[in-house]
């Protein structure tokens, strides 16, 4: 069954140019009432995938929202969590998980650690997860040929758990990787490689919507990359000068680095409207809504967005949330900060659930969306 609706332009109270589509008129389409959500991401969307490796398994992690840990790089919820809760569906558990775990409306593939190309054997040995995208795409193939089998056997009795064959294709299917790519090329520090690597990894990712396309889903929620040269662990670094780093004291080097990715898988998405005629393709510009929050940190209640609640980091010393280390002789544990509320940075790397939410709830109604739809309307294909 399709999950996608085409509206005629004519039914639209206002139209300008984004895509030849900038306001809609939401009262013409009715809500999607998404069954499930099929996440494919890194750290940014990991809900337990990677936990045992990437995240303390005591506190401070995850004590905000959960009080426990909760295999995520947060103080509590991401913003998965939050747009799973906009869509009234439960969070997302992991594939990876088997225990106690229910799949019923959809399930996350993302890991911490991932990338979007396939990952060489180094990388591999040096703790970086076998995940990337192409195996979190198996990954899924595997997973609706086994459910849909096993559900159509199971008895009614045993049925609560397994997702419904038939609304695999009513989902709403979303994608949030590349930051770890773009992290590998700012450590090789080799502008040529990394721009040579960009249109790959853009093609890879363009090559997993094929592919859960060709499995039936409609619908799709893609992330672009946030503004890498404003995480806290790419400025605690004393030889930074000056004209190295733009208004918000971010990086330009990095944010360099994420939008010509950005750019570029802008571009394919709009390829990809017309390659796969009957999928709703939303690009979601992560990069301006973080940057928005950055560079209004103190208005919206935040301390300095460079200050980090929970980890140590100093030029290539880096202690992470939860973590022990000896520096000068002296040990450090890295715990919380008093109140993870008022910071954008957990760990440096991750966001805290308080800029999650933020973030979430600046995405979900279509300010940051091409075409601008909320994501409760994102199933509609816009012509």
Same mark, same amino acid.
């Given at each position: 069954?399709?999950?996608?609706?085409? $509206?005629?332009?004519?039914?639209?109270?206002?139209?300008?140019?984004?895509?030849?589509?900038?306001?809609?008129?939401?009262?013409?389409?009715?809500?999607?009432?998404?069954?499930?959500?099929?996440? $494919?991401?890194?750290?940014?969307?990991?809900?337990?995938?990677?936990?045992?490796? $990437?995240?303390?398994?005591?506190?401070?992690?995850?004590?905000?929202? $959960?009080?426990?840990?909760?295999?995520?790089?947060?103080?509590?919820?991401?913003?998965?969590?939050?747009?799973?809760?906009?869509?009234?569906?439960?969070?997302?558990?992991?594939?990876?998980?088997?225990?106690?775990?229910?799949?019923?409306?959809?399930?996350?593939?993302?890991?911490?650690?991932?990338?979007?190309?396939?990952?060489?054997?180094?990388?591999?040995?040096?703790?970086?997860?076998?995940?990337?995208?192409?195996?979190?795409?198996?990954?899924?193939?595997?997973?609706?040929?086994?459910?849909?089998?096993?559900?159509?056997?199971?008895?009614?009795?045993?049925?609560?758990?397994?997702?419904?064959?038939?609304?695999?294709?009513?989902?709403?299917?979303?994608?949030?990787?590349?930051?770890?790519?773009?992290?590998?090329?700012?450590?090789?520090?080799?502008?040529?490689?990394?721009?040579?690597?960009?249109?790959?990894?853009?093609?890879?990712?363009?090559?997993?919507?094929?592919?859960?396309?060709?499995?039936?889903?409609?619908?799709?929620?893609?992330?672009?990359?946030?503004?890498?040269?404003?995480?806290?662990?790419?400025?605690?670094?004393?030889?930074?000068?000056?004209?190295?780093?733009?208004?918000?004291?971010?990086?330009?080097?990095?944010?360099?680095?994420?939008?010509?990715?950005?750019?570029?898988?802008?571009?394919?998405?709009?390829?990809?409207?017309?390659?796969?005629?009957?999928?709703?393709?939303?690009?979601?510009?992560?990069?301006?809504?973080?940057?928005?929050?950055?560079?209004?940190?103190?208005?919206?209640?935040?301390?300095?967005?460079?200050?980090?609640?929970?980890?140590?980091?100093?030029?290539?010393?880096?202690?992470?949330?939860?973590?022990?280390?000896?520096?000068?002789?002296?040990?450090?544990?890295?715990?919380?900060?008093?109140?993870?509320?008022?910071?954008?940075?957990?760990?440096?790397?991750?966001?805290?659930?308080?800029?999650?939410?933020?973030?979430?709830?600046?995405?979900?109604?279509?300010?940051?969306?091409?075409?601008?739809?909320?994501?409760?309307?994102?199933?509609?294909?816009?012509?």
């Amino acid at each position: 069954m399709e999950n996608v609706k085409v $509206f005629p332009v004519v039914v639209f109270s206002v139209l300008l140019c984004v895509l030849g589509v900038q306001s809609v008129d939401l009262k013409e389409l009715p809500s999607c009432n998404f069954r499930a959500v099929y996440n $494919f991401g890194d750290s940014n969307s990991d809900t337990g995938g990677g936990s045992a490796a $990437f995240w303390p398994q005591g506190p401070p992690s995850g004590n905000t929202f $959960f009080g426990r840990p909760a295999g995520r790089g947060c103080d509590g919820r991401l913003m998965i969590d939050f747009i799973a809760e906009h869509l009234g569906l439960p969070y997302l558990s992991a594939y990876l998980d088997s225990i106690g775990t229910s799949f019923r409306h959809g399930a996350n593939f993302a890991m911490g650690g991932v990338t979007i190309r396939p990952q060489n054997e180094s990388m591999s040995l040096n703790g970086v997860p076998p995940f990337s995208l192409d195996i979190q795409m198996v990954q899924f193939n595997q997973f609706k040929a086994r459910t849909s089998y096993l559900y159509n056997q199971a008895k009614n009795s045993h049925r609560s758990n397994l997702p419904r064959p038939q609304d695999f294709s009513k989902a709403l299917y979303m994608l949030d990787i590349g930051h770890n790519d773009i992290s590998a090329g700012l450590r090789k520090k080799n502008d040529t490689d990394f721009h040579l690597s960009v249109p790959d990894m853009v093609e890879q990712l363009a090559k997993a919507v094929q592919n859960l396309y060709d499995q039936g889903a409609r619908t799709f929620w893609i992330h672009n990359t946030g503004p890498m040269g404003c995480l806290p662990v790419y400025l605690r670094y004393h030889d930074i000068k000056p004209d190295e780093l733009d208004k918000q004291g971010c990086r330009k080097a990095q944010n360099d680095y994420a939008t010509e990715f950005n750019r570029k898988l802008k571009d394919r998405v709009i390829k990809l409207r017309k390659e796969l005629p009957q999928a709703a393709l939303t690009y979601v510009d992560m990069y301006a809504a973080k940057y928005k929050l950055i560079g209004n940190a103190k208005q919206q209640g935040f301390v300095d967005a460079t200050e980090v609640c929970c980890g140590f980091h100093q030029d290539d010393i880096h202690v992470y949330c939860g973590q022990k280390a000896k520096i000068n002789g002296t040990v450090i544990y890295t715990g919380s900060c008093e109140d993870p509320s008022k910071y954008i940075s957990w760990d440096g790397v991750h966001y805290s659930e308080a800029a999650n939410h933020w973030v979430a709830n600046h995405i979900i109604n279509g300010s940051f969306s091409d075409p601008p739809l909320p994501i409760t309307h994102a199933c509609h294909k816009l012509t």
